[in-house]
């Protein structure tokens, strides 16, 4: 990834907020953060075990040193919170102007194939980031691996999580009654 308009301090902090905050640590990067030009920053995330929290899976099942798509996406979203202008990835380039919609830009990068045609999966599905059973039993389907606790469930039911929600996520207070509602 590709990053511009930041730091590297900023994005060693970030990495490592993350890694312990959602990660238990395992989150690290490659190789450290090249300056490639005056503004930009390139960086490959993987994790310190593949059997540890935030390592991705092979569409064939094999554990990865790599980092899944849930670290990937906190750490994106961090960074253009933190004044970055662009993150240019393989695939796609994020702006700042994209945190308007992130929930269905996670959901479509989520979505994109890694697999064969044969043995299709998605990326959002190849890792143990919250099972996909548990993560379609939160009452909002939150596709960010924070939100889940170590046993699968969601932290919709914890008020401080709530409080970030609506503080950070942008929910209102009656999401979490209209969700609660429902059969």
Known sequence: MITTGISERTL?????????????????????????????????????????AGARRSYQGRRMVSACFHAYSMVIERILNSGARRITSARTTFTPADLTMWGGILEREGAKNIGSMMEPMA???????????????????????????????????????RAMMIREWEYSAAAFTEAADKP
């Not at 548990?134 to 932290?155: E, N």
């Open 12 to 52: 060693w902090d970030i990495v490592s907020d993350i890694s312990s905050t959602h990660f238990d640590g395992n989150l690290r990067f490659d190789r450290e953060p090249d300056q490639i030009s005056k503004s930009r920053l390139a960086f490959t995330l993987r994790v310190g075990s593949s059997r540890g």
């Open 123 to 161: 990326y959002g599905n190849a890792c143990e980031c919250g099972e996909q059973s548990d993560m379609r039993k939160c009452p909002h389907f939150i596709m960010v691996a924070g939100h889940y606790r170590t046993d699968g469930s969601c932290r919709c039911d914890s008020i401080e999580h």
